[in-house]
């Protein structure tokens, strides 16, 4: 059967049972966070500022058969009673889903810095062990400073080699 039982036609709902529109809460959370956003910039407030001036202008100096809140502004207090009560659990839900995204990320920190150490750490014993492998096998510096030590020595006996054999020769002639 492709359609399900709740969805046919031909059989009785089930009593008692409502049931409410769906709605995507993710796209229902970006909206709240669009419309939350826009509050809080100076333009809302300069249009509401202006809406309310209009709104006070108009009741107040139209004539008393064109004003639609003849009394002391009642609908208007209404108007931002609702339009409060509403902007209210949207802010909130905008603040509560922002609050979601800091904590991923703040996890999501966590376990790179986390991965970093490791490998900080994997890289500090690859190293120490390169360090005590080196201590064994000789560097070029090593073999530079034992050749120049050995060219000295080489030298020096070449100096007293010549200076034995003048020595020789000094003594051989009368």
């Keep these: 059967m492709s359609e399900s039982r709740r969805d046919r036609l031909d059989q009785p709902r089930e009593p008692g049972r409502v049931q409410l529109p769906k709605f ?10 669009g419309i939350a956003r826009y509050m809080g ?15 006070f202008a108009w009741n107040t100096l139209a004539p008393e ?23 209210a659990p949207l802010i909130l839900l905008a603040q509560n889903r922002q609050s979601d995204r800091d904590r991923l990320s703040m996890e999501e920190d966590r376990r790179r810095a986390a991965m970093q150490k490791a490998d900080t750490e994997y890289l500090t014993r690859e190293i120490a062990a390169l360090r005590i492998a080196l201590g064994d096998v ?5 073999l530079r400073n034992e050749l120049s030590r050995l060219a000295d020595e080489l030298d020096e006996a070449a100096l007293r080699r010549e200076k034995r054999a003048r020595a020789e020769w000094d003594e051989e002639r009368p």
């Design 41 to 55: 910039t100076a333009k809302f407030i300069v249009y509401m500022t202006v809406v309310i001036a209009a709104w």
């Design 24 to 33: 995507d809460p993710e796209a229902f959370g970006r909206w709240s966070e």
């Design 65 to 87: 058969r064109l004003r639609f809140d003849p009394y002391t502004f009642t609908f208007l207090t209404l108007i931002l009673s609702l339009q409060a009560s509403y902007a």
């Design 138 to 142: 000789a560097t070029r510096d090593f």
